[in-house]
């Protein structure tokens, strides 16, 4: 929907490989979202959708090349 997208795709173009991370909402109900950008490689062992806490490898510090 490009009224929640305005730029579509280019942002995560320009991020290379990501890992976005939902943390749940604030009291005000407003999203809590980290985003992991540039990395090198992300982890196999995660998938869209999956839970992880904080011991989880999600990705690896790098060029996005």
Known sequence: D??????????DHL?????WVYHGRTPDNEPVI????HLSR??????????VSNDV????VGNSV
């Open 15 to 19: 991020r290379g490989r990501q890992v």
């Open 34 to 37: 980290s985003v992991y950008a």
């Open 42 to 51: 992300v982890a196999e062992s995660i998938s869209v959708g999956d839970k």
């Open 2 to 11: 490009r009224a929640e997208r305005p730029f579509g795709d280019v942002l």
């Open 57 to 60: 490898v999600i990705g690896f």
